[in-house]
T-cell receptor, first 114, second 114 residues
């Protein structure tokens, strides 16, 4: 079955620690995205990648970093510089960046920083 | 960028019809998406409109008026399982190097009562 997986579903970390969230897709999609969702805020774009070995900052990139070394993988690191990291993180992919096609979302990771 | 507005919350009765509105302002419209998101889960694609008019898909329909910057999602024969958040997302022409990434509204939480 094709799809997007994110792991883990729930993650707890102490303040000041970096943490990496996993996102894998086997849909052969070129484009991948990371969003953050807070209550009442909708989805806000953190980083996106249109193709392997390329990525761009989204609207709220400060305190986050990404890599895109393989087409199927787009991990997100939440660094200690992110002031309010507790949130629900969603990864998405799309066939490509240019046509109408919709985004497919992973199940999300809920990060809680204690 | 876009300015997207949706009602925060709506309630309706099982078996009824509900209309969820979305208004937007954008410099160069290039499509509007509706997604459904159950609490704690991934958003799932419902519909895409790029031309004016009504798109029907079973119990769900989506309408677009580009001149008015307005869309609505119509849900018929409501079921309890339709209780979810409904996200409106607008894509514009700029796409920051051709990325064409949609911007999401804050979502409308729909509560269906028996």
């Amino acid at each position: 079955d094709g799809g997007i997986t994110q792991s883990p579903k729930y993650l707890f970390r102490k303040e000041g620690q970096n943490v990496t969230l996993s996102c894998e897709q086997n849909l052969n999609h070129d484009a991948m995205y990371w969003y953050r969702q807070d209550p009442g805020q909708g989805l806000r774009l953190i980083y996106y990648s249109q193709i392997v070995n390329d990525f761009q900052k989204g609207d709220i990139a400060e305190g986050y970093s990404v890599s895109r070394e393989k087409k199927e993988s787009f991990p997100l690191t939440v660094t200690s510089a992110q002031k309010n990291p507790t949130a629900f993180y969603l990864c998405a992919s799309r066939l490509d960046s240019y046509s109408y096609n919709e985004q497919f979302f992973g199940p999300g990771t809920r990060l809680t920083v204690l | 960028g876009q300015n997207i507005d949706q009602p925060t919350e709506m309630t309706a009765t099982e078996g009824a019809i509900v209309q969820i509105n979305c208004t937007y302002q954008t410099s160069g419209f290039n499509g509007l998406f509706w997604y459904q998101q159950h609490a704690g889960e991934a958003p799932t694609f419902l519909s895409y409109n790029v031309l004016d008019g009504l798109e029907e898909k079973g119990r769900f329909s989506s309408f677009l008026s580009r001149s008015k910057g307005y869309s609505y999602l119509l849900l018929k024969e409501l079921q309890m399982k339709d209780s979810a958040s409904y996200l409106c997302a607008v894509r514009d022409n700029d796409g920051s190097g051709g990325s064409y990434i949609p911007t999401f509204g804050r979502g409308t939480s729909l509560i269906v009562h028996p």
